[in-house]
């Protein structure tokens, strides 16, 4: 094959923060027609190095050539009249418009009177996007009342939008599900044979073999390499990346089970869940799998008082119990590590011991004053545990990059001390190395006789961390298998609804 | 530029300090009876209402909220207190009563809205005109004089040749900061404004918090009716009006965010000290009171804009 020409060069991208080098010196090249894998750690400065060609982030240094010819780039604007079109790590989306209002933000089709929208234009070509990519979300649906899932979808739709001539799209399957996926990287095959040029991060490797063209390895805010996908392994990519070699990715102990901490019995919610019964012991991991909408997030937040329940019984740790907010249900020894780090997770303005310690604010205060010592000596132990890459715990949380938030989430729950933690998706966004850590470290609390029932949309994660695998499927609970028993094709034919077990 | 991380950290407060300094030389080099201790002193008594209402501001502010009604809660609170002494209560009752008016008051913005769920803007903006309406009502719409010494040395006596109600501002902004800071109620107030969803689902019990955010508000309006009230010796129902629009100016001068989450009590204390610092001034320089509201307007708009630039340039 011979080599198409670059349609952008990046050279010699620098850009510090107070504290933090972000980015030293990288290049990035990217041909018509590729797709072109960005792949590092948390942190090493991907999502950075594409703000600045998206126009959001001024560089220090360097150079950004398209089609040869230098440009500036300097505003998002300007990168999008040069054709660049990006979907950010975090989400971009106006809580209280409509889907469709927000894929149209901005180019809003035109009326047949002048300075008035076409609300049917918009509803029809919303629909059409949307058809595209064979998603079932309506266009005149509220963003705020769809999940991380559909809106990720959204941010799709959106991107799509616009006739990009490189469409870089940042860590766009984090929140979704195989058959999302798979839908995604149709569309991204289609653009490919079009011409456009795709930069894709992510951290789900096995993506990287099966949609990436070439590949270029970040670390430490520096260029590492660029490799032609076919020419090279997964092993190598991943020293490149991490430094070092990478055995094990699932470290599963099994623990034997101890007294049950949780049991829930024919938990219903009107319109989301029916009749869901399940139980925890100490000492277990419980994966719950299924589709985008199966009505996981769901049940945790129903679990964890977040939302009401219509009927059922939950009991912890032997005592039946009324759980009807998330602030009773922490008391009981509860933990919900939300979805979406974003809106539900984290609060972004303030820095990472204040995160920290927000939901174990009662156990360092006395008299209701918060001993700040106490604090900061939890907070240091726990990013030090997950390698929190910050200058310290006063940075704010929301310069922290995507991968490193996550763990800044997964710190808070830890930070409270619950036994019965729920898991949402724990870990989206995070690297491969980190992976391994958050899964060694989901084991060290298996095995101190805590109870976990992880929400994953990545079955191999699911496959190879659980003792019990639930799978729900249109709110309920359609399967359940021990470890041993389940399988890909199991799991997936059970959360599809084939036949129902 | 490389700063030490504790200026770098605070870098807004020592923003606003510097330009409060710059201020103050600019008023000394054009008029000398600026820099003198009587003036000082008189500048500090002026900005003392206007800094008591403002950090209760500050704290509903950095909740996420916004309160309309502090001038009128200081007018109501001011005449049932002013009835109180007439009636002969002994000082710290008829205190008590008139901080319990303004607390009251608070309390029922902080009810309506988190258990309402009306936005604080309306909540308070109908708080507003029932406070006013309440004080008109107590008085007949006249005002409520003359009262006795002990009660009046609270706006005329010194300790230490320091005036109380300086004094008092002092106590008030310091406990203000260290329960900003130190404790859960302060740090409650910014995880709320920050996220409330988050928040709420990290246990934090948002709507209790909420609602004490506001009551702390109204019963700092009321003491600022407290001092108001010594120092002209007398209740007027129509006190405090646009005060609420002062002590917005004075917070948002001092950093903290319209958006909730962010600022701090010390920069409140500043932006108060530039407020009243530019009308002590231009009282001074003779400017004319016309030209007055069209400067500090103007003050106001371009901290705000200053704030905005810096954090686009850190892009
Ligand atoms: N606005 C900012 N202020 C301070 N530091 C920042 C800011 N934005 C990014 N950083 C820092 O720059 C570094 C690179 O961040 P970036 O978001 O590019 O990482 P990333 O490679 O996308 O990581 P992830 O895989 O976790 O998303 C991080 O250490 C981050 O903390
Ligand atoms: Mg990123």
């Known amino acids: ?501 | 530029m490389k700063l030490p991380p504790v200026i770098a950290r605070h870098a807004r407060q020592f923003g606003t300090f510097a330009v409060f300094v710059v201020l103050c030389a600019v008023i000394s080099v054009l008029t000398p009876h600026f820099f003198t201790v009587t003036n000082l002193l008189n500048v500090a008594q002026q900005t003392v209402i206007n800094a008591l209402i403002a950090v209760g501001l500050t704290y509903v502010i950095i909740s996420g909220g916004i309160d309309l009604s502090v001038g009128s809660i200081l007018a109501f609170a001011g005449v049932v207190m002013a009835h109180a002494l007439r009636l002969g209560w002994p000082v710290p009752l008829a205190i008590l009563a008139g901080v319990g008016v303004g607390a009251g008051c608070g309390l029922v913005n902080g009810l309506l809205i988190s258990y309402g769920r009306l936005p604080p803007f309306i909540a308070t903006l109908g708080m507003m005109s029932v406070a006013r309406g309440g004080a008109l009502l107590a008085t007949d719409g006249r005002p409520v004089s003359g009262f006795g010494e002990s009660f009046r040395w609270l706006a005329t006596g010194e300790i230490a040749g320091v005036p109380v109600p300086v004094l008092i501002m002092v106590l008030v902004y310091a406990a203000a900061h260290l329960v900003l800071q130190r404790t859960k109620f302060g740090r409650y107030t910014y995880a709320i404004g920050g996220n409330e969803e988050a928040s709420l689902l990290s246990g934090v019990p948002v709507r209790l918090y909420k609602t004490g955010i506001y009551v702390v508000g109204g019963g700092l309006a009321a003491l600022g009716a407290v001092l108001l009230t010594a120092r002209l010796n007398s209740a007027q129902p129509i006190a405090g009006i646009n005060y609420e629009l002062d002590a917005i100016a004075a917070t948002v001068i001092g950093g903290t965010s319209l958006m909730g989450g962010q600022g701090s009590v010390i920069g409140t204390l500043i932006g108060a000290l530039i407020m009243g610092v530019l009308r002590n001034g231009l009282n001074l320089l003779g400017v004319s009171s016309f030209i007055q509201q069209v400067v500090i307007g103007v003050v106001i708009i371009a901290a705000v804009l200053l704030d905005t630039f810096f954090k686009q340039s850190k892009r």
């Open chain 1, 1 to 501: 094959m011979e080599a198409a020409p670059a349609i952008l060069q990046m050279k010699g991208i620098a850009k510090r923060y107070p504290g933090v080098v972000a980015l030293d010196g990288v290049d990035l090249e990217v041909r018509r027609g590729e797709v072109h894998i960005l792949l590092g750690e948390n942190g090493a400065g991907k999502s950075t190095l594409m703000k600045i060609l998206a126009g959001a982030v001024r560089r220090d240094a360097g150079t950004i050539a398209l089609d040869g010819r230098e440009c500036d780039l300097a505003t998002p604007r300007a990168a999008q009249a040069a054709g660049v079109s990006i979907i950010y790590q975090e989400f971009n989306l106006v809580p209280h418009l409509t889907v469709a209002e927000n894929i149209f933000l901005g180019r809003e089709p035109r009326g047949q009177v002048p300075g008035l929208i076409s609300a049917a234009r918009l509803r029809t070509d919303a629909a059409r996007l949307l058809r595209e990519l064979e998603v079932t979300i309506n266009p005149g649906a509220v963003v705020a009342d769809l999940g991380v899932a559909e809106q990720q979808m959204v941010e799709v739709a959106k991107a799509l939008s616009v006739e990009a001539k490189i469409l870089v799209l940042d860590e766009p399957t984090s929140a979704l599900s195989d058959k999302e996926i798979a839908q995604l990287f149709k569309v991204i095959r289609a653009l490919r044979g079009r011409g456009v040029a795709l930069i894709y991060i992510s951290h789900r490797m096995e993506e990287l073999f099966q949609i990436g063209d070439r590949v270029t390895v970040m670390r430490d805010g520096r260029y590492i390499a660029t490799r032609d996908i076919p020419q090279t392994t997964l092993p190598e990519l991943v020293s490149l990346m991490v430094g070092r070699d990478l055995t094990e990715h699932f470290p599963k102990k099994a623990v034997p089970p101890g007294e049950e901490l949780l049991r829930v019995e024919h938990l219903s919610r009107t319109g989301a869940l029916h009749d869901i019964s399940l139980t925890l012991r100490r000492g277990e991991v419980v994966g719950l799998a299924g589709l985008m909408g199966s009505g996981r997030t769901e049940l945790a937040r129903a679990i964890f008082g977040a939302d009401p329940v219509t009927a059922g019984r939950v009991t912890v740790k032997g005592r039946e119990v009324k759980v009807g907010s998330p602030r009773q249900a922490i008391g009981l020894g509860l933990g919900l590590l939300t979805e979406d780090r974003k809106r539900q997770g984290l609060v972004l303005c303030l820095d990472i011991r204040a995160n920290t310690c927000l939901a174990s604010v009662d156990r360092f205060s006395a008299a209701g004053v918060v001993d700040g010592r106490r604090e900061t000596a939890a907070a240091q132990k726990l990013t030090a545990d997950l390698r929190v890459k910050t200058p310290g715990l006063h940075q704010r949380v929301v310069n922290l990059s995507g991968g490193n938030q996550q763990k800044v989430v997964l710190a808070k729950w830890l930070c409270c001390e619950a036994d019965i933690l729920i898991f949402d998706e724990p870990t989206r966004g995070i690297d491969v190395g980190s992976k391994v850590e958050i899964y060694q470290l989901i084991n060290r609390l298996a095995a101190e006789g805590k109870a976990i029932l992880m929400i994953s949309s990545e079955l191999p994660e699911i496959l190879g961390m659980s003792d019990r695998i639930l799978v729900m499927n249109r709110g309920r609970i359609a399967g359940e298998f021990t470890a041993a028993e389940a399988t890909q094709e199991k799991i997936l034919h059970c959360a599809l609804g084939a036949h129902a077990a």
